[in-house]
């Protein structure tokens, strides 16, 4: 399906990220992976490499500079970029009283202001290729536990930033973004911290599909959404979560 296509994943070497970079490469696409955890992304180059072209690129995503990198590293090794998936997002769970303005300030640079400027210097390759961007949001942005205000705000954020690049970019680079609810990701964890999901029934039916997401749910619709079949969707925000949102919930 996307031969010749060439995919950034931040956040590509565990959970939603590997399962939407795996996609890409099954799907024929050379995939950048980024992300911080270096052990994380040696494992998925080694265990990933015989599908298709992939490099890893370490990077927490902190600097200008080194978000400028990974679109010259991807530009160099592959001579364009046809989708961006920002999906690297730091998650706390912190009293506001005692959440610093430097913990608040970090998880808005990496889940929100690393995003921007992704798109921001992806985007005269994207134009010219005609290619996509997938933020990777939340249903947070929509409702939230005590004690996750950053990360809220910056998830909704995202949403936002999402319709507001599809009107600035588009009609050559379509943008839209993807909420994701309860998804399981023990087993796509690097081997050190992988494990077998286990849910309860009561885990299960807070659903009302009866389970819990899965990576694949996620990276599947990722692919449709890059794809020419999606040609006229932009500025969309997909809430994937099961039905879990919808369901009123009495104690």
């Keep these: ?103 608040w300030n970090n998880i808005i640079r990496t889940n929100l202001t690393a995003p921007f400027l992704l798109a921001k210097y992806a985007a005269p390759f994207l134009k010219h290729s005609h290619g996509a961007i997938v933020n990777i949001a939340s249903t947070r942005a929509k409702m939230s536990e005590p004690h996750t205000e950053a990360y809220a705000a910056s998830k909704g954020g995202m949403v936002a930033l999402t319709h507001a690049l599809a009107i600035s970019l588009g009609p050559d680079v379509r943008v839209n973004s993807i909420s994701p609810g309860w998804i399981e990701t023990v087993d796509w964890k690097k081997k050190s911290q992988r494990g077998m999901p286990h849910h309860t029934q009561a885990d299960l039916m807070q659903h009302p599909v009866g389970r819990v997401g899965k990576p694949e749910d996620i990276a599947a619709l990722v692919g449709y959404l890059v794809s020419p079949q999606a040609s006229f969707i932009t500025g969309e925000n997909f809430v994937i979560d099961g039905g879990m949102t919808h369901k009123m919930i009495y104690v």
């Design 1 to 103: 399906m996307f031969s010749d296509k060439v995919a950034i994943v931040t956040g590509g070497a565990q959970g939603i990220g590997r399962a939407i970079v795996e996609h890409f490469l099954k799907n024929k696409a050379a995939v950048v992976v980024v992300d911080a955890d270096e052990e994380a992304g040696k494992e998925t180059i080694n265990e990933l490499h015989s599908f298709g072209k992939i490099i890893f690129l370490h990077t927490d995503l902190s600097t200008e500079t080194e978000i400028q990198k990974i679109i010259d590293m991807t530009v160099k090794n592959f001579n364009r970029v046809d989708f961006v998936v920002n999906n690297a997002g730091i998650f706390l769970k912190k009293a506001m009283e005692e959440l610093t303005l430097f913990e």
